[in-house]
């Protein structure tokens, strides 16, 4: 078919996978197959296979289920007997169990001695963890944990950094049926209460302390007053990470994971819970959100399996935290025979291409990191591919912010000109990506590549029309298996439909912009609940910090849009200053002149103003909503959760500014 004479041209692309690529590609291998038994289309490339996924959803989600030889101990009746949201009913019926399958490569004998886990952190080389080591583990973990009275349905929690006991005891409380739910401990006392308190959990695993930064950080007190208010708890796990000898009434971990158990997997519901991840909370009470076990393991195998093309040969790096949704990903790992790396420490020490120098001692192939982190390393003049060996790096993926066109560029430089790099957006609420890596298409310069296998992905306008090549509101139309089945403590579940159904009654509607291209990639905008309008046109955050971070002086920024009593808008952008930089004229003339070339005139703020900092949620994302409110003079008690704030004394700073304003 071809184009009309005056159809745009097609943007050129950054990268774009050749034949041998495509074909070796998994996803290619998938839809051959599903060609062949499910009426898949053979032809079309992933386009075609993407529309077949979402108009012909249960069919698809039954061919991932087969592909990936996933075992149902009794069958499932249907693949999706109610598609309403919220509330869609996955595989009634069926039964399973999510652990089970993460440790299968170890029942192949030529696997055993692999590598499950790779563990790295600031001191040490990669310590390996084979598939072996790791099923036994989890099966005495788990026969003790029986012991300790842990029934399915209950809840077991950990105050851990990312470390190999902490994937043990993820896969052990899945393992018996019970309910896993992590904070990582550089969360204070308060932050984890706020979690923890809600789920009532009746087993802590704890660590003394941790190290970060070159530095040792006792968690000793912290850990104490987490026993004292978690009055539900039956035992206490002691994980020496520093040397200290166990507290009085804890338990070692050494001697729960001695004896040789061969693992008993707890068969439960295809909906039973797996584990409860968090929001934010920045502005009240986290949100608790209980994720099923058949519904993760699903999702999980297609995002992992399919679009990061991972398998028995890959090695699966990404920087991050047990609180954050990205380590239970990268947990799921296992699920493809892949080997999993895992750092605990800092993402820039001794210098900032530290995660880099990772990549090389553990040959990780799929290298995964924040956009923040790309930028980080870019400003600060980092050379991967000159002062690393990362010949098995194949892909280079960025989540938790946008990632701008020019870390698209510095990757495509700086690591390597045949590279994939798959920018994602998902969200904890679906521990996935609605859009994002797909090994068999072209990388254009700031989009992310599609909407995922599943995903009923749309740009709706506010009347809740679709939109193509214009900005709109996140949604998705049609049921994932890994939303949320319910909110902890919400039994009306009205906090859960006032969360994503609101907006659009009986559609999930994510709280970003986007646009969908003529191209079928995405372009994130950021968050619409802080959405940037004046005059009429709507403008995400993101767009703006790129544009201002790219200048030197400016080490990171943050634009709130404030609508005003008698009908004005205010628009004010707050900088953080690089070190040795001024805020002059002139300094804000070159910030307001590449707003205003690179961007609109429309898009330049109304003052620019020096902060001492851009506060954070815990897991390092810029707070513009609470900010917001305090501009608009709400009390800082009311407008933030103390306890979801990286530096809460960086917002006195802005609640400041709001009594000069007022």
């Known amino acids: 078919m071809t184009s009309p004479a005056n159809a745009a041209p097609q943007p050129e692309p950054l990268w774009q996978p050749g034949p041998d690529r495509i074909a070796g590609a998994r996803i290619t291998a998938f839809q051959t197959w599903a060609a062949e038994r499910y009426g898949a289309p053979a032809e079309g490339g992933y386009e075609a296979l993407h529309r077949w996924s979402v108009a012909e959803l249960d069919t698809f989600w039954k061919a991932v289920a087969d592909w990936f030889d996933v075992r149902f101990s009794t069958p499932y009746e249907t693949v999706l007997a109610d598609r309403s949201m919220p509330g869609a009913q996955w595989f009634p019926g069926a039964s399973l169990n999510y652990a089970e399958h993460a440790l299968r490569t170890a029942e192949d004998p030529a696997r055993a001695d692999d590598a499950a886990l790779l563990y790295v952190d600031e001191s040490h080389e990669p310590v390996a963890v084979s598939w072996a080591r790791l099923r036994r583990e989890v099966g005495s973990l788990a026969a003790e944990l029986r012991a300790l009275g842990v029934r399915p349905g209950d809840r077991v929690s950990g105050y851990l950094p990312n470390i190999p006991q902490a994937v043990t005891a993820l896969l052990a409380t899945a393992a018996v049926g019970a309910v896993w739910t992590s904070c ?79 693992p008993v997997f707890e068969q439960v519901p295809f909906d039973h819970p797996l584990w409860v991840l968090y929001s934010s909370g920045t502005t009240g009470l986290p949100k608790a959100i209980v994720q099923s076990q058949g519904g993760i393991l699903l999702e999980h195998f297609k995002q992992l399996g399919l679009h990061c093309d991972l398998g028995p040969e890959d090695r699966f790096f990404w920087y991050t935290s047990t609180g954050w949704m990205m380590w239970n990903f990268l947990v799921s790992g ?38 923040a982190y790309v930028m980080a390393c870019r400003k600060a003049g980092v050379h991967p591919a000159r002062d690393y060996d990362l010949a098995r790096v194949k892909c280079v993926a960025t989540t938790g912010s946008p990632l701008p066109p020019d870390g698209f560029r510095w990757l495509h430089d700086e690591v390597r000109d045949d590279l994939w790099i798959a920018s994602v957006s998902g969200g904890t609420d679906v521990c996935s990506c609605f859009a994002g890596a797909v090994p068999t298409l072209p990388v254009h310069i700031g989009e992310l590549q599609a909407a995922c296998l599943g995903t009923d992905l749309q740009a709706w306008d506010p009347q809740g029309k679709p939109v193509v090549g214009e900005v709109g509101e996140l949604v998705v139309v049609n049921p994932m298996p890994s939303m949320p089945i319910r909110f902890w403590n919400d039994p009306d579940g009205s906090r859960y439909r006032d969360s994503y159904f609101e907006m659009f009654p009986g559609v999930w509607r994510h709280g970003d912009w986007i646009t969908i291209t003529d191209h079928g990639s995405v372009i994130i905008h950021g968050r619409s609940d802080s959405t940037l309008n004046r005059q009429g046109v709507r403008m995400g955050s993101a767009d703006i910090y790129e544009v201002v971070e790219r200048l030197p002086e400016i080490r990171e920024s943050l634009v709130i849009g404030l609508e005003e009593p008698e009908g004005g808008y205010w628009m004010p952008l707050f900088v953080h200053l690089a070190e040795g930089a001024v805020l002059d004229d002139a300094l804000r003339t070159k910030i307001k002149q590449a707003i205003r070339e690179e961007l609109s005139p429309r898009h330049v703020p109304d003052e620019i103003i020096e902060a001492p900092g851009v506060p954070h949620t815990l897991t390092g994302k810029r707070i513009e909503v609470p900010v917001k409110r305090l501009l608009q003079g709400t009390p800082l008690e009311k407008a933030v959760n103390p306890g979801s704030v990286d530096n809460l004394d960086l917002l006195r700073f802005y609640e400041a500014v709001a009594r000069k304003r007022g």
């Not at 204070?188 to 809600?198: N, P, Y």
């Open 184 to 262: 990582a401990p550089d969360f204070g006392a308060r932050s984890v209460l706020d979690r923890f308190q809600q789920v009532e959990p009746v087993v802590l695993f704890t660590v003394d302390g941790y190290r970060y930064g070159g530095k040792e950080h006792d968690r000793t007190d912290v850990v104490a007053e987490l026993r004292r208010e978690l009055p539900t708890l039956r035992a206490v796990v002691h994980i020496p990470l520093l040397g200290t000898a166990a507290p009085q009434g804890t338990l070692e971990w050494s001697s729960l994971t001695e004896s040789d158990n061969e």
């Open 334 to 371: 296992l699920l493809t025979g892949t080997t999993v790396v895992l750092y605990d420490g800092s993402p820039g020490y001794p210098e900032t291409g530290a995660q880099w120098g990772i990549a090389e001692r553990t040959g990780a192939t799929l290298f995964g990191t924040s956009a």
